[in-house]
């Protein structure tokens, strides 16, 4: 057996799990179980929103919900009488016993689709959303590995099982110490094939002007995202505090607002670490995301606060009040 197609065996069974945990979850809340586990809220993370293409070749698929799947997110929040806030509001939230359960949304990256599809959909159900920024996307000055590379297998002639195995390879290999060389000698493969990493991220993000009138919704909230897209655990601490320092920064240039909230890149337990979320702290941050799951309680740690992905993999209305019962994370530990 072939390692794409080990590959794509392993994405097929893991993907059933998670749907069957999700059912489970589901049904659990549904009957009123574990009712401890849904906590007092809940932070979720998108990135694309935008109408989906059916591809062959999909390797982030799972960053992209549809508007109507955030339509109907919403729509289950509201049925199950959750506030939803802005992200600087969670803090107060968490403080407050009597605060009623309470749903939060951000977006990573500055995804042009953020404002042509996700801030319609915000705006139609009057929800605030804090879309997190990095500075090297709006200046145009860094690329997004993971859509190069998509961009660059898909040129080959490989099968889809074959190039899935190879962006999973290339995950491990960026995500390690010496990214931004990593990073550079990606750009350089698909210079030599005809792409231009750097036009991707422009094509797809936000750039400044688009930014500042974008953050001018009443709605919208800019949050710091670093600079360079760097795994801040892997950098040293002088590196780490420049790259959130300036991207502060550049947010407050951009919008006239310095931010109070950062979204460490990656944000799992290599990327983002204790030392970061005190550098996030004494920075002036009052509150810091990581992507590592589960829901929100008094007492936990405001500049290490968890999210939950709302799955491209995954979009169904019933999945959101899985998610948001804190059931699944809860049986995972």
Do not use: C
Request: aromatic share 8%; hydrophobic share 45%; net charge positive.
């Amino acid at each position: 057996m072939g390692s794409g197609l080990r590959q794509s065996l392993r994405r097929g069974v893991k993907r059933a799990a998670i749907t069957g945990g999700l059912e489970a979850a589901g049904l659990m809340a549904a009957a009123g179980l574990m009712g401890a586990a849904r906590g007092r809220g809940i932070i979720f993370t998108l990135h694309h929103v935008r109408p989906k293409i059916a591809r062959a070749f999909d390797p982030n698929g799972h960053l992209e919900v549809t508007p109507e799947f955030l339509d109907a997110a919403i729509r289950q929040l509201q049925a199950q009488n959750y506030r939803l806030l802005p992200l600087d509001r969670v803090p107060a939230a968490l403080a407050d016993a009597a605060h009623p359960p309470f749903a939060v949304f951000t977006l990573d990256d500055g995804y042009r689709n953020n404002r042509d599809h996700a801030l319609p959909v915000f705006a139609r159900h009057g929800v605030p959303f804090t879309v997190f920024v990095a500075g090297g996307y709006v200046d145009r000055s860094h690329s997004m590995w993971w859509e190069t590379g998509a961009a660059l297998l898909e040129k080959s002639d490989a099968s889809p099982a074959q190039k899935y195995a190879a962006f999973a390879r290339l995950g491990e290999t960026i995500l390690r110490a010496g990214e931004a060389r990593h990073v550079a000698d990606l750009d350089r493969r698909a210079a030599e094939a005809g792409i231009d990493a750097r036009a991707i991220a422009a094509e797809l993000t936000l750039d400044a002007d688009e930014l500042k009138s974008f953050a001018a919704h009443p709605l919208v909230t800019l949050g710091a995202h670093t600079i360079s897209h760097r795994a801040l655990g892997l950098l040293d601490e002088a590196e780490a505090e420049q790259e959130m320092r300036a991207s502060a920064d550049r947010i407050e240039a951009i919008a006239g607002k310095r931010p109070t909230t950062i979204a460490y890149p990656y944000g799992d337990p290599l990327a983002a670490t204790p030392r970061d979320f005190a550098l996030a702290a004494r920075l002036g941050f009052s509150v810091g995301v990581t992507t590592r799951p589960g829901t929100l309680s008094a007492g936990q740690l405001l500049t290490a606060l968890p999210r939950v992905s709302l799955n491209g993999f995954y979009q169904k209305r019933r999945y959101v009040r899985a998610l948001a019962s804190g059931i699944p994370f809860r049986l995972t530990g």
